[in-house]
């Protein structure tokens, strides 16, 4: 009997709420309106990266994200704002200048990281249809299936709003 008991009361702890850790999940869910850019990539969808050549996850990241850009999910676009003092480090970390497909700026006074809450590296924000819908913390696998599966998720769950009609 105390064995059955025992095995109950395990099986009861292992169920019960808040008593199991899980790892946290993969991105935070946003909303509301994304802040205007300065010259943003013509795109449905943006994955806006804040990033820097002088950052170990950053540099750790900056392979599968390179490999996203050349070939990103229909409808989205790779925006990366460096946090890099000039274009001069950024080149000769990626030896060369960076890919277009990168569409690669300085974020001088960290205008556009400000903009969006951003105070470490690297951090995504995912937009769609100007609004925010995705905050990624950390470096990614962005190349990987599993990751390019969530951000064409992510993006169709947004699908272009219809014009307001004028009244």
């Known amino acids: 009997m105390p064995r059955v008991v025992s095995a109950l009361i395990g099986a009861w702890v292992a169920l019960a709420p808040g008593c199991r850790s899980e790892p946290p999940p993969s991105y935070i869910r946003l909303e509301g309106a994304a802040p205007v850019l300065e010259d943003p990539p013509d795109a449905r969808a943006q994955l806006i990266v804040f990033w820097a050549s ?98 064409e998720k992510l993006t169709k769950e947004h699908p272009a709003r219809a014009p307001t009609p004028a009244h």
């Open 54 to 151: 002088w950052c170990p996850p950053c540099r750790e990241e900056t392979p599968e994200l390179l490999a996203l850009a050349k070939n990103p999910p229909e409808e989205l676009q790779i925006l990366v704002f460096s946090h890099d003092a000039d274009m001069q480090g950024v080149e000769t970390f990626l030896g060369g200048p960076p890919a277009t497909a990168l569409h690669l700026r300085l974020d001088v006074g960290k205008r556009a990281a400000l903009s969006l809450g951003v105070d470490t590296l690297p951090t995504s924000i995912l937009v769609v249809d100007g609004r925010l819908v995705a905050r990624f913390q950390g470096p990614r696998e962005w190349n990987s299936r599993a990751m390019r599966r969530l951000l």
